[in-house]
């Protein structure tokens, strides 16, 4: 690797990354892309700074509190970190495959992975991904040289880089996986077994990580139950069909000639890869974590983009092998598919008019960011006229987003949860029964009234607030006045 190819690779790869970046941030702003309801619930999250919340760990919260004191509260304000982080990762990427390979191998890699459908899409919303990818990455890097040159400072970056990846998303601990895996085929790599400064590296990422596990012990482990309901642990057993279902989606995740040939390199020239340093590296740190998730995805279940961390190596593994071969007309092709798939979800309004294809809530992937923006501002209204009511709401996704669409923010919102399981991060920290007294207008929907009658001293129906948004589909909740908490019936 010579100091030209890096500059020249690296500027070419920083003007691209520049140039797409830009345009998805404009892209989003031509359709007004609303927030999607987990977003505006980790806005919530971000106006008061924890070392966890209840499903997550801190980091993207406090993402958001940085990017939104920095330009405001609009949605690209919202979303600013994941529109950075994920050409911060193609860039880090580039760094590590030139170390490993070449500044070609890095440059070609690092386009293949920001126009992965999974990084096009994700780039349009703030979700815990975006800084776990960014850090899984330079946790690669700086393992790559901490390998190779064992310098205290490159040890060092690995525990920061994995100790914030811990406080960005629990699949961080899949990175051990890949060391282990590593540890299997490498003697080398063996060695740092009895290297102090892999464990000095090891205690410091656990040290940074630590606040988080003691907020989970101060709130009963929230995080751990969540994490077990959402993947049915203890519920059906072997499931096929999810199995299915997971690996038809990662055709999507990375795309279907990338992902074909991921595949077929893991399943067939496995044994040929791992005779190589720099593939047995990009092996251990791909395909084993995919594996557990494919695994899982058989017993129980896992949603597509839990194994998103695979393709970071995964992409610059098929790259390096594409290239050593003289096969780079089959990556151009393969990211070449990708982009027409992103410019067919950046576009896709456009698209179906023009096809003549009706928009309905099944036809339309967006409904689900739809209407939130003018429900908002009825339940604006509605606060408005009723000065001293406070916002309440039976259900997270909708109080999130009136949280975040209602203006002034009603940052004092309550979670209405009569059933008592502390099943999100409103029912953990704002349930009713704290703050029983005054006031509220109840959003919501599947509601009793009668339940109503015996838990408030006044309640009036105030009707039903219709969005209309498709032939199919309006967006709909019910809405009540109440007043002075009893405690939830029995």
């Known amino acids: 690797m010579t ?6 690779y690296g500027t070419r790869l920083l003007l691209i990354l520049f140039a797409l970046t830009l345009y998805r941030v404009l892209a989003a702003q031509w359709i007004q892309l609303e927030l999607y309801g987990d977003e505006a619930y980790y806005f919530g999250w971000a106006q008061s700074l924890e070392w966890g919340y209840y499903s997550k760990p801190p980091m993207v919260g406090w993402l958001i509190w940085l990017t939104t004191n920095l330009c405001g509260d609009s949605e690209p304000c919202v979303r600013l970190a994941a529109y950075l982080l994920y050409p911060a990762t193609a860039f880090v990427l580039f760094l590590l495959g030139s170390r490993l390979f070449a500044p070609r191998v890095g440059f070609w890699a690092a386009l293949a992975y920001i126009t992965l459908p999974m990084v096009s899409l994700g780039s349009w919303f703030i979700t815990t991904d975006a800084a776990l ?33 811990g406080l960005s998303k629990y699949s961080m601990v899949f990175f051990g996986l890949g060391g282990l895996a590593l540890l299997a085929m490498n003697t080398e ?63 999507i995740v990375m795309g279907p000639l990338l992902f074909a040939a991921f595949g077929h390199l893991a ?3 496995g044994f040929n890869l791992v005779t190589d340093r720099r593939y047995q590296f990009l092996f251990a740190f791909s395909v084993p974590a ?18 998103a961390m695979a393709y970071v190596a995964g992409v610059l593994l098929v790259t390096a092998w594409w290239l050593a071969r003289n096969r780079l007309r089959w990556l151009q092709a393969a990211i070449a598919l990708n982009v027409v798939i992103m410019l067919g979800l950046y ?22 960011v739809s209407g939130w923006r003018a429900l908002g501002g009825e339940v604006q209204k509605l606060l408005e006229a009723h000065p001293n009511a406070r916002l309440l709401s039976n259900d997270r996704k909708l109080l999130a987003e009136l949280v975040y669409y209602v203006r002034p923010h009603p940052f004092d919102a309550m979670s209405y949860n ?68 009893k405690g939830y019936a029995r």
């Open 3 to 8: 100091e030209r190819d890096l500059r020249h």
């Open 133 to 165: 990818l960014f850090f899984w990455t330079l946790a690669l890097y700086f393992l790559a040289r901490a390998l190779d040159h064992n310098r205290w400072h490159d040890w060092l970056g690995l525990a920061v880089a994995l100790g914030l990846g």
């Open 189 to 251: 790599a063996r060695r740092q077994l009895r290297n102090p400064r892999l464990y000095a590296a090891i205690g410091l990422a656990f040290l940074i990580f630590l606040p988080n596990l003691i907020w989970n012990a101060q709130h009963q482990f929230v995080s751990v139950e969540h994490t077990a309901e959402i993947s049915r642990l203890g519920r059906q057993w072997f499931r096929p069909e999810k199995l299915a279902e997971f690996l038809g989606g990662q055709f």
């Open 267 to 269: 399943l067939r020239h």
């Open 290 to 307: 995919l594996a557990v998730f494919i695994l899982l995805a058989f017993l129980t279940r896992a949603f597509a983009n839990w194994g």
């Open 347 to 368: 576009h896709y309004h456009a698209l179906a008019q023009w096809a003549g294809i009706e928009l309905t809530r099944k036809t339309d992937p967006y409904s689900r």
């Open 418 to 485: 009569p059933s008592g399981n502390i099943g999100d991060h409103y029912a953990l920290m704002h349930d009713l029964k704290r703050t029983p007294q005054g006031e509220f207008l109840l959003i919501g929907d599947q509601i009793d009234p009668a339940r109503l009658a015996q838990e408030f001293e006044q309640v009036v129906d105030l009707g039903e607030i219709r969005i209309p948004l498709y032939r199919d589909f309006d967006r709909t909740a019910r809405v009540w006045w109440l007043r002075n908490f």
